[in-house]
């Protein structure tokens, strides 16, 4: 299956959510929705839908099969005397040392809490779950040598909230994510801290664990190091981050289009002969969803009308080039997106079992080299939202540029309008800049020079959601601004679902009329933005106009 792909001339993220591999099941009263993790079929609307209570995580029986036939692989080694990395080996530098085998559970545990020196604060809870959703999806692939009771332990800790304490610093993106996983590991064996459910707040693990009816993990050979070895905080918070840029994608040219509306632009630079002339396929979606927001003979707008014939042949860039500007930040989310869910499905442990031809591999899975450049290119992709909406935003308050009141307030001067709400904006694009610097140039070698090339894509995958987290909040500020402009354009109307959008915003923050505290309605507005309150209306009206 493969619900990434969308169909030719549909506009782009259309909800998808009803191809997940979710299936219904009654628990006691309450209806749960159940997510499989078989290491081949997990999507980003998957693993986003783990923070809901009422989604639960499994195992089919195939995807049992081919754990156990994995682990049977791992149990002939030890009743071997074949020396094998990570069985019955120290680890890095340490492979060449052999382990006997009265030691082998102790180097498990031992792995375990060294590696266990994150820095900074926890993940949330819902986060460290998709964490751990994804790393159960990693081992469901058979491919770890770990034991079936061991992961449907994971399974179990899932499904009840019990998320070990995981910061989110210290991993330099090779040999995998390994403090953080280690983390991850460390909460599940009963030590360190372990989020606490039914009381709110973070516990110790062993007394959550026992809490929940769940005991500690006791670790086998081959299992620390299968639990550890791996990309999934890079792709994990990489998943949000191109959730929240999809989303970021509509909601960009549903601003954008009030603001041009406020500004009194033009529709004609979206006319398909120019689009099609250059065809690049973000660019056609972009253009095609402004003349559907815009004027036209089906959805029209007073706004449009009234000024149609006043003489102005051409808009500036930040609204004639919306398409072209837009367009390639739609095919960079399409292309991260490829990489994001390619790297959720595969195996990225070291070494690698192989069950059907009973093999053990050392290799490189773990580098995680792939989602870290994803991620900066994501960064770099999404920060273009901002950059251009920012310079919306100066062309709505500069009355030179815009012909409405300064600031978009009346009695400019007893009141300051949308004045340091700019600057506010301005300050996060250029945070951005900063942020948009590559992590995945650097590497660092680490681990004795064993581990010579890192990807540094924890820094890589964090920092692009920061950037998504600002750019949420830019859009935000035009959004207040466009919908204030619009107000001293009335009783002239834009179009209907426009209207929709602006009466939304209404619904959460009133006009502009005279100072008051703006902090609020930033906020609020950001959160119908990334609740996806907003682009929930564009694609209901986009879904009718296709009918």
Known sequence: ??????????????????????????????????????????????????????????????????????????????????????????????????????????????????????????????????????????????????????????????????????????????????????????????????????????????????????????????????????TQLITSIGAEAVYRSENIAIVSDVVASLTLEALRGTVKAFDPAIHESRPHSGQLECAARMRALLHNSENPSQIYKSHAHCGMVQDSYTLRCIPQVHGICIDTIRFVRGIISTEMNSATDNPMVFGETDRIISGGNFHGEYPAKAMDYLAIGVHEYGNISERRIERLVNPTLSGLPAFLVKEGGLNSGFMIAHCAAASLVSENKVLCHPSSIDSISTSAAKEDHVSMGGWAARKALIVVNHVENILAIELLAACQGIEFLRPLTTTSVLEKVHQLVRSVAGPWDSDRFMQPDIEAVQQLIQDGKISAIVKEFLSKQAK
């Not at 619900?3 to 259309?14: H, L, V, W, Y």
């Not at 959510?17 to 609307?45: C, F, H, P, Q, W």
């Not at 499994?58 to 081919?66: G, M, V, W």
């Not at 156990?68 to 492979?95: M, P």
């Open 1 to 230: 299956r493969n619900s990434d792909t969308q169909a030719e001339g549909s506009f782009f993220f259309q909800d998808n959510r009803e191809d997940r591999a979710l299936e219904s099941i009654m628990e006691g009263d309450n209806r749960k929705r159940v997510v499989y993790l078989n290491g081949e079929t997990l999507s980003i609307e998957d693993l986003i839908s783990l923070e809901g209570r009422d989604v639960l995580v499994c195992l089919d029986e195939p995807t049992k099969n081919r754990i156990k036939d994995g682990r049977r692989v791992v149990e002939e080694i030890l009743n071997g005397e074949k020396l094998v990395y990570g069985i019955n080996t120290g680890f890095g530098l340490f492979a060449n040392v052999a382990i006997p085998k009265d030691e082998l559970n102790r180097l498990q545990v031992n792995l375990i809490r060294s590696h266990s020196s994150g820095i900074g604060e926890p993940l949330t809870p819902s986060r460290a779950r998709r964490l751990l959703a994804l790393r159960i999806n990693v081992l469901a692939k058979g491919r770890s040598g770990i034991r079936l009771e061991t992961v449907e332990t994971l399974v179990e800790a899932c499904n009840k909230w019990c998320m070990p304490w995981v910061p989110e610093k210290g991993t330099v993106g090779a040999s995998g994510d390994l403090a953080p996983l280690a983390h991850l590991a460390l909460g599940m064996i009963g030590e360190g801290k372990m989020w606490d459910e039914k009381n709110g707040r973070w516990g110790l693990s062993k007394e959550v664990l026992e809490q929940c009816g769940i005991e500690p993990i006791q670790l086998k050979a081959k299992e620390g190091l299968a639990m550890i070895n791996g």
